[in-house]
């Protein structure tokens, strides 16, 4: 697998952001996740966004973090928002996601971010098992679903 940046409205972006979406919709009912996401939040040093290519060419997973600093949802000055964590049914089970993370977590510190943060779900058993296993632990809810029941945040010291 080759990981690459792109920029979040590439079309193979673009192509991988709708099945997560359709993904969350079938998971949660509610269209998918609605926070608000910009191109330029994922534009070095600020973020970035990867995809994992496999031996064809073709995309298979995916992810971004973006550059939070203190602000009324929650999020803490250093913070790294990982976004859009995703790997194509197909290829699960082999380890991309955890290569993704990893990959993240170091473009994140390289950037010098302080702390990765993220929010899933109470429906994603495989992403807060993924999450809890990669060191991270359950912080302060942030962000556009820190009021909702459902909403698990996580963090991880860089």
């Avoid at 990981?3 to 952001?17: E, Q």
């Avoid at 943060?117 to 060191?135: C, N």
Wanted: glycine share 10%; charged share 25%.
């Amino acid at each position: 697998m080759k990981i690459r940046p792109v920029p979040f409205d590439h079309p193979d972006a673009v192509k991988l952001n709708d099945q997560v979406q359709a993904e969350y919709h079938v998971r949660y009912g509610d269209g998918g996740d609605a926070t608000t996401l910009d191109p330029a939040d994922f534009t070095p040093p600020n973020g970035v966004y990867l995809i994992a290519y496999d031996e064809n060419d073709s995309p298979v997973a995916t992810g971004g973090w973006r550059a939070q600093d203190a602000n009324g949802e929650g999020n803490e000055d250093g913070d790294a928002e990982l976004k859009r964590m995703y790997v194509i049914e197909q290829a699960r089970g082999l380890g991309l996601a955890r290569r993704m993370l990893a990959t993240l977590e170091e473009d994140a510190r390289a950037a010098g971010r302080t702390r990765m943060v993220l929010e899933t779900g109470t429906k994603q058993p495989e992403a807060i098992a993924l999450y809890t296993s990669s060191g991270y632990e359950p912080c302060v809810k942030f962000g556009y679903y820190r009021f909702h029941a459902d909403s698990r945040c996580f963090a991880k010291g860089l």
